[in-house]
């Protein structure tokens, strides 16, 4: 796909860039590369290939979930202004 100068315009315009003539042009080279880079992109054939979501098949290490932390909750409720059957009791503040 080949962009013109009018193009890259009406898209800085759209964006509400202020370009001179020489930021179009190279814009315009630029954009046009990367329109070139998909095009070759969309040319290749991928049929029978799956998608994947990376590009290596990696998976992640994960630790063993075990309990690490003391429970603390009742240390915690006794100092708290106000508790009430194990819940925190807090100003109301939307009506």
Known sequence: MSLTN??????????????SEAEIESARAQLSGIFDLIAEMQAVDTKGIAPMSHAQDVSQR??????T??????????????????????PQVIE
Not at 6 to 16: F, G, I, N, P, T
Not at 62 to 67: A, P, Q
Not at 69 to 90: D, H, K, M, S, W
């Open 69 to 90: 932390e003391t429970n603390q909750r009742e240390a915690f409720q006794e100092i708290a202004p106000q508790v009430e059957a194990g819940l925190y009791l807090v």
């Open 62 to 67: 994960l630790r063993e979930d075990v309990v």
């Open 6 to 19: 009018a193009d890259v315009q009406k898209v800085a315009r759209l964006a509400r860039l202020a370009m």
